[in-house]
């Protein structure tokens, strides 16, 4: 990726944090800034091939997620998206799978998402003075670093890469680790990062907008009922009466 776009990719990212009220080295809450920019977002089990895609009107913003991808990997997919929705100029139906495919545009996408979601300065003031000096980051540092960031441990070893703080001989050691014993040994009990999660959540106005339609008689309630269960929610269920 040339220099340009690079620095362009960084800014718009900077943009998109102070947009939402995020300073420049916290840690992205996805779930939260999905909520505030109110995009419909819905989380599926899908073929491992397929991360995700996103959808943009006139009116209305759409993610869909696999939840059967891990939560960090889902967090960095949201964040690609992003970048379709907020920084593309022509956003289009979208199909993605981060990481994988090399098509210019996804690249980009790829590249703001780690920015965003892994600031450089937030990563550089919690590594220890030490190693950042010696530029050999342990494997203690990168735990805290995707712990605390909210993602995988191959989206933050790449990142770590892209900044300089890893070699290459770093890097493959690391990268070669197993990533749920490896958070066992160091103390992580909660895997919840690192597994699957988030199967037919419904973030967004959706069921509002259905329940608005009912209470103004302008569907029927079987219909508001079916609205309903297409994202997961059977109001007929014995456990809700």
């Not at 089990?45 to 009107?57: A, V």
């Not at 103004?216 to 079987?222: L, R």
Request: charged share 25%; aromatic share 10%; net charge negative.
């Amino acid at each position: 990726m040339k220099k340009d776009v690079a620095s362009l990719l960084e800014y718009r990212a900077f943009e998109f944090r102070r947009d939402n009220a995020l300073d420049a080295a916290e840690p992205v809450n996805i779930k939260q800034v999905l909520r505030k920019q109110n995009i419909l977002t819905q989380y599926r089990p899908l073929s491992d091939s397929f991360s995700g895609m996103c959808l943009k009107t006139d009116k209305y913003k759409f993610i869909l997620v696999n939840s059967n991808h891990p939560r960090g990997r889902q967090h960095f997919t949201i964040a690609h998206e992003f970048y379709h929705l907020f920084v593309q100029d022509i956003c289009e139906v979208h199909a993605c799978n981060p990481g994988i495919n090399k098509e210019p545009q996804e690249v980009e996408a790829d590249y703001f998402a780690s920015v965003l979601l892994m600031p450089e300065m937030g990563i550089r003031s919690m590594i220890p003075d030490e190693e950042l000096r010696n530029k050999q980051v342990s494997l203690s540092t990168v735990l805290k670093l995707e712990q605390y960031f909210s993602v995988s441990r191959s989206a933050m070893l790449v990142r770590l890469r892209a900044l300089s703080l890893l070699s290459t001989e770093q890097y493959d050691s690391l990268k070669s680790i197993p990533v749920l014993r490896s958070a066992l040994e160091y103390g992580y009990s909660d895997l919840a990062l690192y597994r699957p999660g988030n199967e037919n959540l419904v973030i967004g106005d959706y069921g509002d907008k259905a329940r608005r339609l009912f209470d103004g008689e302008k569907i029927s309630e079987g219909h508001y009922l079916d609205l309903l269960s297409k994202i997961g929610i059977d109001l007929t269920a014995a456990e809700y009466e």
